[in-house]
């Protein structure tokens, strides 16, 4: 694996320049307390002193809504404009969590069907991931096989270390970045930062308070649909979609078309809530999951089980947000708790 | 704060051993120092898992609704604003007085608990709460850690017209005074000394990033329609598109939908995701309600009807 040396004092100038020639998405700081992720014209827009950001950055490959096809009925032909080519796109400042989670979503759009409206923005898009300095109470990467400084899925990684960033070149599109503007990237002593982000990573992973055991919680899953466990957990959810849309893994979406004239329409796609009650509700007014407990139980066995059983990959990265937005405090972490016990207990 | 912990535990446990109620709605405690989530205990030998102090801010009358057609009553934790709510649900036929039991406690304030868990060593065990009357401290085994009341309540409660339930079956705790530390509406009279065109950015700004979770509706007490417009799928008055003009009709249709309803309980504030400061636009319908109506505050009063739900003659027609 190649690396590279960044000077700090150099980064919004190479920020400035991938504005200019990229669509640059990165963390804002919208509001006090706000952080999301969004188009910005350069660095001074940029926030990098971000934790974590309220919403993952998902959406800039798989949008929250966006028109797949517009269509025109000209009497005896159905006209239809599909997307155009998204644009070359750098997104920076991705941390670990959100870019394992990309990887998770990956298998999702790219399986039996292949959904080019994801691809093409995935191919177009490079992933500049940024190395945590701080961790939160409620984060909890470790225990999905990453880090407060894992690359894995990054194209570059940078690492803030003193003065320089670390920049680990992970795939061909960070080395074709890192060509075109390789008057920021020197070669410097790479060797030593390699090191000293090793020792980093080592301090940060020794500040996560919440330590989570998954051993053992998917067997209990695969064994038990029915868990009188449930019934518990559902009373306090007040089914509102706040998990399912700050979620870095969360995929599902629903299509509608929308009608502009008499002849003319868009088609749309747009993130939906296995939370809400209209999710699963069928023509006849049959709904499979009539009420909270089961919605709730489906969102916790997607997570812990579903995506594992369908792509063997885990299907919750730690980020926390879910644990810091839930307005009555159903915690991730504590529902596998409970769900080992439960696994021991039987 | 420890004696009203152990009054409502053996307040609950009372009620569930004469069999006066079938379930107690109340706080317990988190997974996180700062936090409390609801409990809801249904076995008198459980009601150690009830809880209290300044970290308590959910309105646990929402729940009431849940259990409005169970065959037992419930009773409720409820604050002096959340209280309001109760008056809300009578008033519109939601709840029946007989079945509910609110178990009210007079409340001094409420930490804004992202404030308290930035502070506080994140691996300390909580031992309690004291309270001076300007700050709150939270006692831990990691020391003891001090929060101004201006500096780190919710808002609404440094505004707090309602310490103490306005209504209540069983009060536990001392009756707390009304302290305001600043005029109650402020913030919207600053909001209203902006132009046309400055409210539009500010809104926009605020609705532009909205994702239509619906946290606000689904907290809200006096949300009770049983299919929800948003719902809706024909006529689909508002599309699942996520963009301003969307954001913007949910947002001012929800707001006018519970205006002359809301009882000002912050809730649809304190849980939205991205910051959406909503009980701005329910305080500016508030305001207004008293300009023109000289209500009071919904669900202040028992039996107070909504001053948009009835008619008198002496009315100002300004517009007409």
Redesign the interface.
Known sequence: MDSRVVNKGQLPELLDKLARDHTLIAPVR??E??T?FKKVSGASEVQLDYITS??SPKGCIFP??EKTISYTYTGDTLEMKEQDEPPKTVLFGVRPCDINSILALDPVFEGKFLDTYYLEKRKNTVIIGLSCSTIL??CFCTAFNSGPCDGKGADLMFTELGDKYYVEVNTEKGSSLVEAYSQYFSKGDTDKLAKAKEEQAKKLEGQF?RKVDLEGVKQVLDENFELPYWDKVF??C?????C???CPTCHCF?I?D?VTGEFTGDR?R????CM???FTLMAGGHNPRPSRKERVRNRFMHKLKYHLDRYNLDGCVGCGRC???C?????I??IIKDLKEVGQNA | MMDVIQQLREQAKKLLEEKKVEMVIGFGE???LA??????ITNPEEVSALTWGPLCA?NLV??LI?YQNLPGNVAVVVKGCDSRSVNRLLTDNQIDREKVVVLGVPCSGQLDW?IV?AAVD??AKLKGFSDDGESFTVNTDAGDYKFDKKEAMLHKCLVCENPNPVVSDITVGKEQPVKNYEDRFAEVKALEQLGTEEKSVFWD?QFS?C?????C???CTVCTCRTCVF?Q?QPMWV?????LSENTAFHLIRAFHVAGRCVDCG?CD??C???IPLRKLNQKILKDLGDLFDAPTPGSEAGLASPLGEFATGDPEEFM
């Open positions: 919208e509001e307390n706000v999301l309220d919403v929250q809504t109470s409620t308070r009373k306090k007040l089914g509102c979609g706040i399912t849309y700050v629903d509608f929308y749309f747009c993130w939906d809530s809400f009650p209209d644990i810091s937005k307005p009555v405090n159903i915690d972490t504590q | 988190g997974t996180e936090r409390t989530t609801p409990v809801f959910n929402k729940y849940d992202k868990a994140p691996a700004k990033r994702l239509r979770c619906y946290a509706r689904n907290v719902d799928m599309s699942k598109r996520n963009n809730e304190r849980v995701p991205v910051d």
